[in-house]
C-alpha cells in the first residue's frame, strides 16, 4: 500500500440520461454557429424534457430519433472549415450533446437495454452487463478500474425534492488498514500484491462495499443493505481507493 500522488484526474462520463442540459448547450452553440438549424431543431425536440422523459410515448420518441438522426447529419454539413482547435473543439463538443439527447432517446425505448449503462466494474454485482464489463472485453489490458470505499462517507444526495447531507458508515478489511496510517487514505494496486498469498485470499472474496446514488433517504441509514453491495475486488478492478472519511461536495447553484 503507497499513499497517493498528486495528479490530474479528467472525468468522463456516460450517465446521458438528461435531457435539459444537453439541449441547453447544445442551442447555445447552434443558435451562434447554425441559427436555422437552431429555430428548426427547437421545436422539434421541444418535447424532450427532463420532466416528460419517464412518459414520453413511443412515437414520440420513434420521431425524435428520426429527428436527432437528421439534425447530426445537418450539423456534419455546416461543419466549420476553420482549422483552428478551439473552433473544432466547439463543434466537436456540440455533436457530443446530440449524441447524448440521441442516446437518452434510445434509452427510453423499449429496446434500450438501460443497464448496459451500469457502473465501471469489470463486472457487476447486480446480474446485468455493465459498462465496465463491455469497456473491458473490448479494451482488455488498457482498461484500468480503480473501486472506492471508505470507513465514513457525507455526501449530498436527492431526498424527495431536494438535496441533503447524509453519513453512512462501512468497515471491512480494507478499512481496517486505515488504522495504521498517518493519513487520511492509501491506494492498494492489486497487480502489486499479485504474489502476496494473504492478499489474494482478501482480493477474491466477497466483501461489503460502499455504494450511494444519487437519491438516498435518512431511512436508508437504519439498513446497510441500502449503501452496501457485495463485491469481489478482483473481478471488478485494478485498484482500490480507501478512505479515512470523506466531505461532502459543494453545491452550486
Known amino acids: ?55 414520453l410515448d413511443k412515437t414520440i420518441l420513434a420521431q425524435a430519433e428520426n429527428d436527432i438522426s437528421e439534425l447530426m447529419l445537418e450539423m456534419e454539413t455546416q461543419k466549420p472549415s476553420d482549422p483552428v482547435a478551439a473552433v473544432q473543439f466547439e463543434y466537436e463538443t456540440a455533436v457530443e450533446y446530440v449524441q447524448c439527447i440521441l442516446e437518452n432517446t434510445l434509452l427510453r425505448g423499449e429496446s434500450s437495454g438501460y443497464n448496459k449503462n451500469g457502473h465501471i466494474g469489470k463486472q457487476s454485482v447486480s446480474g446485468y452487463t455493465c459498462m465496465g464489463q463491455l469497456l473491458d472485453e473490448q479494451y482488455n489490458e488498457a482498461y484500468f478500474t480503480i473501486g472506492t470505499d471508505a470507513a465514513s462517507t457525507e455526501f449530498n444526495a436527492q431526498d424527495d425534492d431536494t438535496y441533503k447531507e447524509f453519513m453512512v458508515e462501512n468497515q471491512n478489511i480494507f478499512t481496517d488498514q486505515l488504522g495504521d496510517l498517518d493519513g487520511n487514505y492509501y491506494y492498494l494496486e492489486f497487480a502489486k500484491v499479485s504474489h502476496d498469498e494473504k492478499w489474494q485470499k482478501v482480493l ?26 457485495k463485491v469481489t475486488p478482483s473481478k471488478c478492478y485494478n485498484g482500490l481507493i480507501v478512505l479515512k472519511n470523506t466531505t461532502p461536495t459543494n453545491l452550486l447553484d
Open 204 to 229: 477474491t472474496a466477497q466483501h461489503r462495499m460502499t455504494a450511494l446514488n444519487t437519491s438516498f433517504s435518512s431511512a436508508y441509514t437504519a439498513a446497510k443493505v441500502y449503501y452496501n453491495l
Open 1 to 55: 500500500m503507497t499513499p497517493l500522488k498528486k495528479f490530474l484526474i479528467k472525468f468522463y462520463g456516460f450517465d446521458m440520461q438528461r435531457y435539459d442540459n444537453n439541449k441547453e448547450l447544445l442551442f447555445e452553440y447552434l443558435s451562434d454557429n447554425m441559427p436555422t438549424i437552431a429555430q428548426t431543431y427547437a421545436l422539434k425536440l421541444a418535447s424532450l424534457t427532463d420532466e416528460d422523459m419517464y412518459s
